[in-house]
């Protein structure tokens, strides 16, 4: 998942809660080469969403209907003509060549030539949208405000909206097969379908915290992040959650999980933490730009990125 760029928008207070360990960075020692390394994005826009296909070719959306695109691993940036100034909050590839972004009052762009020419599809709404995931290249769900998921079986030609019984706002959404999906959202909200998303029911999430981002490293082990350092963790396939909240308030808006013991969560005030014992520590990582990250992608385990405000994209060298 990538994920998030609603914090300017939402203004949510923080809150602390009692949490796994967060270790702070080392003191001082000799010095070292950081792996975190800024790179030119060309725009001071902010940046939401990125997407991969490979170690080499990705592609970062934002504020404006900025699409920015990479060959080289996210070393050097250029634009594409996404045809529309809404932002864009998300974007993802389900093959090489064909890909979709998402944005605000009911954006959905897509592409069949790898970003050169991207065309506006109706989605029947005008609510923003802020998060899309494909499973294969026919099976698609978007999530968005006021409850809103769509769905797609037809490669996004059409676009259903599924009865999810919530009103807040959805700000992701992912599925682990073509029956069992997770969205999540806004006052702890936690939704869960064993059906496709034909229907949806809500789960204990046991916070009042917006919860901004999903991932499951395994079908069995999941993990949520969201507003005031929340982290929610689940050892038995989302039948119940628990509290892993880390003592300082960031809020964390992406997380990302390369097998079940290697995560990391990005956030606000240049938040990049990183585990490698299954979330039972999180440790800061390198020395960010003091900015909000809203995504970030891990590509192969051995390198990621984070975008964030003002154009920001960081590459994450892992050791």
Known sequence: ????????????????????????????????????????????????????????????????GIILTTGDGGASWKPQKSGTTENLYDVTFPTTKTGWAVGANGTILKTTDGGTKWSAHKSGTLVNLFDVTFLDPRHGWIAGADGTILSTDDGGDTWQDQTTGS????????????????????????????????????????????????????????????????????LDGGQTWDDRSLPQPADLTGIAFTDIKSGWVVGDRGTILRTTDGGFNWTPYGRPPHTTFYGAVFLNGKAGLAVGDKGTIVQIAVP
């Open 167 to 234: 009103r807040v706002n959805l700000y992701a959404v992912l599925f682990l097969n073509e029956q069992t999906g997770w969205a999540v959202g806004a006052l702890g909200t936690l939704l869960a379908s064993t059906d496709g998303g034909r229907t949806w029911k809500a789960k204990e999430s046991k916070t009042p915290s917006t919860l901004f981002d999903i991932s499951f490293p395994d079908p069995s082990i999941g993990w949520i992040a969201g507003n005031g350092g929340v982290l929610l963790n689940t």
């Open 1 to 64: 998942m990538t994920r998030r760029g609603f914090l300017a928008v939402l203004g949510f207070g923080l809150a602390i809660f009692p949490a796994v360990l967060w270790e702070p960075a080392a003191e001082a020692g000799p010095p070292s080469r950081d792996p975190l390394h800024i790179v030119k994005s060309g725009t001071t826009l902010t940046l939401y969403g990125l997407a991969f296909v490979s170690p080499s070719a990705g592609w970062v959306v934002g504020s404006g």
